[in-house]
């Protein structure tokens, strides 16, 4: 049986997801005021955060008996592809990651991690091997996740020093750049790749919201805005970039979500479908959100559109760290056809 | 969402497996002429005697009457065993025949269905005109009644295997008086009937079986008309919703196949700096890469085609899509391969004659079947809802 289309039980998670994240984290939380300026705080609150963990995001992939709802990483991915869509905090999917690591081995983080008690960071190392990294979101966070392509770790928020402040391309989450202290431990690792893989499907699930929401606010402003007494949507100018922008949201769907079947299958391509996905679904997150600038004209490059927030959220998914590396070496690899 | 076989379809692909390597005829596929038709006709004879000719055919009409996931394994293995794909029988198996089965008469479908799936007849599209293309509803070439039968004048152009036809699905204007999609008549033409003259165009990869067709008083028995008189274009936009397009199957992994062999290559051949192989070269990988991603995706997408099929009672406007990104990325790995071959793509001899032809043969996939400006169109206006505009 192939189906790469949600199951009724699928929708409602997608629905559920959706729906409190369009009510609690509109994009409208990112217009600037009538001053020009942006709200201050912008991290998630520990409030908000636990009525999430109520909604069970945070287990959905984890075993029943351990806490969790025991679906698969497709499921978390369907949420993924909603926090991406609404720009929230990259630390929701690498909490859902890491609470894999703690399956294995830390039953009281895993406790507190599916109960909306304690968030995880990522740590995105500046280039592969380096031990200065960027730290998403990491207010509130007591750990951080460092994925080395298939190989992932956690550290307590203790682990990194010299932590600083910096000024982020992508003004929806909090950046601060530090440096991992050399030689310290981490508190729960994974070799094999399912934590790994894991966090790079979520990725690419953001990563492809990014790019469906994207084209939807393109196709919708097509349809209503008027220029020579007609949608301009009527022109081929633009519509045959919506079509572009409709085939690169479609390619990325498909690859993603055939990536987090074949890793929840335990396919042994798996890695490969991963890697892939991963650049597909970088690629049409940058263009759509290019084109959904251009396709916007003068309201396009202004900060009361979201199409910069598309755009700078493209760039941050599509950077972290050592992952590049990986990529580039999993599909050079040689493999029997298809 | 799922991705997994059943214990039947692993064992309906070791059934289909084991025949094929018995029956896929051996020796190259001529390019044209008798040659070609005797081995297209040969290969689908073949596939009847075994049982498996009309695939997607409902079984009442002699098909095979597969599910979309097992269409999906016997392509597949297919495209493992090398088998050839497409060719002349095209038309017949994928849109004149699934067309009869949906609109023709009792008379039309036992004489012409088990042509098609026996191997015994070849059917070529009439469609197109010299100046109707992309606006296929201004086409004008011409048939009045006359008693019994249909007398037509006219041209029709840009049809494959017109040459070694025995069939044509022709759509003709029978009422002058009426504008465009109203007025045409969709009509079963004998490609041997008297007044058919046909001209083989040459093209710009040297191969191609693509002919203009003239019609000089050429005289049709009503009775092959399909549908009604005037009722032509209806017919021609048919849903066919047991034709899912999973034929596109085999397209689709014989350019991952494609691309597989430019990976082999990109180790062998000098890269730019005329010294080092050209997969040291930066620029040369990040190519590979990409078309490597792109390659998966495509194979995804058609999973994604097949998924929607299981649950769309008719085909929706989603298959352009695919369609459209085939044609694009085909044409991104020929330029690739002939980048890849530096200044060998200038002569060609033994060694790479067919990635050049294939290079080439490639432009016809953003043309052939609706131009992909004609498909962007459609994918903005049937699939986004956008308005309807000038063209």
Known sequence: ?338 | MQLSYTPEEERFREEVRGWLRANVPRGKRPRTGAALREYDLEWQRRQYEGGWAGISWPCEYGGCGLSLTQQVIWYEECAEAHAPVGGSTFVGLSHAGPTLIVRGTEEQKSFHLPKILKGEAIWCQGFSEPNAGSDLASLKTQARIEGDNLVVNGSKIWTSYAAMADWQELLVRTDPGAQRHRGLTWVICDMHAPGITIRKIPTLSGTGNLCQVFYDEVRLPLGNVVGEVNGGWDVSMTTLGFERGTAFIAHQIHLAATLEQLYVMAHDVRGPDGCRPAIEDGATVEQLLKLRAEVAALRAMTYLSVSRGARQAVPGPEGNIIALHYAELSQRIHAFAVELLGNEALETHAENPDWLTDYLDAFKNTIAGGTSEIRRNVIGERLLGLPRGGR
């Not at chain 1, 300026?37 to 351990?66: T, V, Y």
């Open chain 1, 1 to 338: 049986m192939i189906d790469l289309l949600p199951s009724a039980e699928q929708q409602q998670i997608i629905d559920s997801v959706a729906a409190f994240l369009a009510a609690e984290l509109p994009l409208a939380r990112l217009r600037p005021g009538s001053d020009g300026e942006r709200s201050g705080d912008i991290c998630i609150s520990a409030e908000l955060w636990q009525r999430m963990a109520g909604l069970g995001w945070f287990g959905l992939g984890i075993p029943e008996g351990r806490g969790g709802a025991g679906l698969t990483v497709v499921e978390e991915m369907l949420l993924a592809r909603e926090v991406g869509r609404y720009a929230a905090s990259p630390a929701i999917a690498a909490t859902i990651a890491a609470a894999h690591l703690a399956v294995r081995g830390d039953r009281d983080l895993l406790e507190n991690l599916v109960a909306g008690k304690q968030r995880v960071a990522i740590a995105s190392r500046l280039c592969a091997g380096s031990d200065e990294c960027h730290l998403l979101d990491a207010r509130g966070a007591g750990y951080c996740l460092v994925v080395d392509g298939s190989e992932a770790r956690l550290y307590g928020t203790a682990a990194f020093d010299e932590v600083r402040a910096v000024i982020s391309l992508d003004d929806a989450i909090v950046l601060e750049r530090a440096r991992l202290a050399p030689r310290v431990r981490p508190l729960l690792r994974d070799a094999a790749g399912d934590v790994g893989h894991r966090i790079s499907l979520l990725n690419s699930a953001q990563l492809l919201g990014v790019s469906e929401a994207a084209l939807q606010q393109s196709v919708d402003y097509a349809k209503a805005r008027e220029q020579f007494g007609q949608a301009i949507g009527s022109f081929q100018a633009i519509k045959h970039r919506c079509a572009d922008m409709a085939m690169r949201a479609e390619a990325a769907y498909a690859q993603v979500f055939f990536a987090g079947l074949s890793q929840a299958g335990g396919q042994p391509d798996a890695a490969y479908q991963v890697a892939a996905a991963k650049v597909i679904s970088a690629e049409a997150a940058l263009a759509n959100s290019r084109s959904c600038i251009q396709l916007h004209g003068g309201i396009g490059f202004t900060a009361e559109c979201a199409a910069h927030v598309f755009l700078k959220r493209a760039h941050l998914l599509g950077q972290l760290g050592g992952e590049r590396r990986w990529i580039r070496t999993t599909l050079l690899s040689k493999r029997t056809a298809p």
